[in-house]
């Protein structure tokens, strides 16, 4: 039997290495991770928030506004695609990689594990593991 928490470490992997070839500008390798990202949880606001920063980087602002906005209807508390969107939507918007908010503190060489919780209000959160 599968375990959640290892679904759970499966998907964080594949986020993880999802970003990191984004950050290297290997597209269809990010677009082959979050796929396999959806395999396992086609509900994680993490992986849209995601597919919204790799289409971003590509500048095809349609899909990433629609891919925040599926991240966004999937949890309204899930704040980096609120953020991303209210961003990508702006009158003054600015293509500027230092502005996106992956959702997580990603750090090349450091941890970038992520665990959910509830917060006071009963909803998922997502808190890094140190």
């Given at each position: 039997m599968f375990s959640i928490r290892k679904s759970e470490d499966e998907l964080r992997k594949y986020i993880n290495k999802a970003i990191k070839?984004?950050?290297s500008?290997?597209?269809e390798s990010a677009k082959k991770a979050l796929l396999h990202a959806v395999e396992i949880n086609d509900c994680?606001?993490?992986?849209?928030?995601?597919f919204g920063i790799l289409y971003e980087c590509k500048r095809e602002l349609e899909l990433a506004h629609k891919h925040y906005s599926a991240a966004y209807a999937i949890d309204s508390a899930f704040i980096p695609s609120r953020k991303n969107l209210e961003r990508i939507s702006d009158f003054a918007?600015?293509?500027d990689l230092s502005d996106i908010d992956y959702g997580l503190d990603y750090d090349e060489g450091g941890n970038n594990e992520l665990c959910t919780d509830y917060d006071k209000n009963k909803a998922w959160k997502l808190m890094r593991i140190d």
């Open positions: 070839e984004i950050k500008r290997n597209y994680a606001p993490e992986i849209y928030n995601t918007y600015k293509y």
